[in-house]
């Protein structure tokens, strides 16, 4: 059987696979072995190739990044700090008509900068958001999606386990991949912040009544300001030493991690047992991205080598199409796969063929790394899948109901499509920064 042809029913059994509900990985490896067994007649280069992969995949100095960020995003928890960071953002923007809902998005923006994943944020503010909102009056649907928006901001704003992946993926330098991130991150909080000042004036029932608001003294004002100063001198310390070259990013990503330990040491949160969890927690996730950087890399293996890559790679040249018109293909292709899978999954299937397009079309891979991301984060909350309103369903259980969740977080699926529009046809937003580091 023609190689390419193989390729093609390997990708198609593949999100088989991951739509039945075998994980990502197992499918990865378990397609890409019986392909290359297909292809050559024999396992001993799918075995050889396998074994390649699996120790080429994750000893790069650089692979220290994901678990040393997962520790820092979960001493941020245990500390306190997406509350801190709440009271903060709520002291500025209170007094204003949905101030509640614009204090959410700046939070979570600034929470992003500590976890790095839009569904811990989207568990974590369904319990601190949501009944504040409740309490005021707000739409209950209209809260449920400011949530839900806000918390994809994990996804995009560094440190982000999705340009971790790309970055190792692509082989581009995460650092610059993390700064490159910083202000799309901020242009689509912006746009979620513009957003619901214009959907509150419209119809100003929406943000429930201004005179609910619990008023507090200039002295409680103060220290809910001061609160998350220590947090935020740490992701300046991360993210500044990456850009001005001062430290590596796995040697920010100790920074931050050391960081936070000695936040929640000083807040009196620290407690052994709990590191030891926090600890246990790191070493299953950062084995399970492991793994998946080895299914993935092997699966891309799979696939030059069977010619599928440089194949497509020369039909889409060969079509002389406008390569905007390329790219708005590519971007179709991550919003319908986020319909229906998880966005490590279409990260991990979708790069491996498109990048080779990519590069062949002269696009720079960083900015198409940002595009990536933003497109995926819109299947985190796009029916039927949307990871980030499951989770906050599990977070609120009988106090929400799916449907309410995705048509609450439509209006913020709107923004995320004019945010992305912005960035497509103004690369720069990407790329300006990393190009001054």
Same mark, same amino acid.
């Given at each position: 059987?023609?190689? =390419?042809?193989?390729?093609?029913?390997?990708?198609?059994? *593949?999100?088989?696979?991951?739509?039945?509900?075998?994980?990502?990985?197992?499918?990865?490896?378990?397609?890409?072995?019986?392909?290359?067994?297909?292809?050559?007649?024999?396992?001993?280069?799918?075995? +050889?190739?396998?074994?390649?992969?699996?120790?080429?995949?994750?000893?790069?100095?650089?692979? /220290? #990044?994901?678990?040393?960020?997962?520790?820092? /995003?979960?001493?941020?928890?245990? +500390?306190?700090?997406?509350?801190?960071?709440?009271?903060?953002?709520?002291?500025?923007?209170?007094?204003?008509?949905?101030?509640?809902?614009?204090?959410?998005?700046?939070?979570?923006?600034?929470?992003?900068?500590? #976890?790095?994943? +839009?569904?811990?944020?989207?568990?974590?503010?369904?319990?601190? !958001?949501?009944?504040?909102?409740?309490?005021?009056?707000?739409?209950?649907?209209?809260?449920?999606? &400011?949530?839900?928006?806000?918390?994809? *901001?994990?996804?995009? %704003?560094?440190?982000?386990?999705?340009?971790?992946?790309?970055?190792?993926? #692509?082989?581009? !330098?995460?650092?610059?991949?993390?700064?490159?991130?910083?202000?799309?991150? =901020?242009?689509?909080?912006?746009?979620?912040?513009?957003? =619901?000042?214009?959907?509150?004036?419209?119809?100003?029932?929406?943000?429930?009544?201004?005179?609910?608001?619990?008023?507090?003294?200039?002295?409680?004002?103060?220290? !809910?300001?001061?609160?998350?100063?220590? =947090?935020?001198?740490?992701?300046?310390?991360?993210?500044?030493?990456?850009?001005?070259?001062?430290?590596?990013?796995?040697?920010?990503?100790?920074?931050?991690?050391?960081?936070?330990?000695?936040?929640?040491?000083?807040?009196?949160?620290? &407690?052994?047992?709990?590191?030891?969890?926090? *600890?246990?927690?790191?070493?299953?996730?950062?084995?399970?991205?492991?793994?998946?950087?080895?299914?993935?890399?092997?699966? +891309?293996?799979?696939?030059?080598?069977?010619?599928?890559?440089?194949?497509?790679?020369? *039909?889409?040249?060969?079509?002389?199409?406008?390569?905007?018109?390329?790219?708005?293909?590519?971007?179709?292709?991550?919003?319908?796969?986020?319909?229906?899978?998880?966005?490590?999954?279409?990260?991990?299937?979708?790069?491996?063929?498109?990048?080779? %397009?990519?590069?062949?079309?002269?696009?720079?891979?960083?900015?198409? /790394?940002?595009?990536?991301?933003?497109?995926?984060?819109?299947?985190?909350?796009?029916?039927?899948?949307?990871?980030?309103?499951?989770?906050?369903?599990?977070?609120?259980?009988?106090? !929400?109901?799916?449907?309410?969740?995705?048509?609450?977080?439509?209006?913020?699926?709107?923004?995320?499509?004019? &945010?992305?529009?912005?960035?497509?046809?103004?690369?720069?937003?990407? &790329?300006?920064?990393?190009?001054?580091?």
């Amino acid at each position: 059987m023609d190689p =390419i042809i193989i390729s093609i029913l390997a990708i198609v059994l *593949l999100i088989v696979f991951i739509m039945l509900g075998v994980h990502v990985g197992t499918a990865l490896i378990v397609v890409s072995v019986t392909g290359l067994w297909l292809i050559t007649g024999g396992m001993r280069i799918p075995l +050889s190739m396998l074994s390649i992969s699996a120790y080429r995949g994750i000893m790069e100095y650089i692979f /220290g #990044t994901a678990p040393l960020f997962i520790v820092m /995003g979960l001493l941020a928890n245990v +500390s306190g700090v997406s509350t801190d960071l709440y009271d903060a953002a709520n002291v500025f923007f209170k007094r204003i008509r949905g101030g509640i809902a614009v204090a959410t998005v700046a939070a979570n923006a600034i929470f992003a900068s500590i #976890t790095g994943v +839009s569904v811990s944020s989207a568990a974590v503010f369904s319990k601190i !958001a949501i009944p504040q909102m409740r309490r005021l009056g707000y739409d209950h649907r209209f809260s449920l999606g &400011t949530v839900a928006g806000s918390s994809i *901001l994990g996804m995009l %704003i560094p440190p982000s386990m999705l340009l971790i992946l790309y970055g190792m993926l #692509t082989e581009e !330098a995460i650092g610059k991949l993390f700064i490159a991130g910083i202000l799309p991150g =901020i242009l689509m909080a912006a746009v979620f912040i513009g957003g =619901i000042i214009i959907m509150v004036l419209l119809r100003p029932d929406l943000a429930g009544k201004m005179q609910a608001h619990k008023k507090s003294s200039h002295g409680e004002n103060i220290k !809910a300001l001061m609160r998350p100063w220590p =947090i935020l001198f740490i992701i300046f310390m991360v993210l500044g030493g990456i850009y001005l070259g001062f430290v590596t990013p796995t040697e920010a990503a100790a920074v931050g991690a050391g960081g936070a330990l000695l936040v929640t040491i000083f807040k009196k949160k620290f &407690t052994v047992k709990g590191f030891w969890g926090i *600890l246990l927690e790191t070493g299953n996730m950062g084995a399970a991205i492991g793994f998946l950087m080895i299914s993935a890399i092997f699966f +891309s293996k799979m696939l030059s080598y069977s010619g599928f890559t440089a194949e497509v790679t020369q *039909l889409v040249l060969s079509l002389d199409l406008p390569r905007i018109w390329v790219m708005w293909a590519f971007i179709l292709v991550f919003i319908v796969l986020g319909s229906f899978l998880d966005s490590t999954s279409i990260l991990l299937i979708a790069v491996p063929m498109l990048a080779p %397009i990519v590069r062949a079309m002269d696009y720079d891979m960083i900015w198409f /790394g940002i595009i990536c991301v933003v497109a995926i984060e819109m299947g985190l909350v796009t029916p039927p899948f949307g990871m980030v309103v499951f989770a906050m369903k599990a977070a609120l259980g009988e106090e !929400a109901k799916i449907e309410d969740i995705f048509i609450g977080a439509f209006p913020f699926l709107l923004m995320m499509l004019v &945010t992305l529009i912005i960035l497509v046809y103004f690369p720069w937003i990407s &790329t300006w920064l990393p190009k001054q580091m």
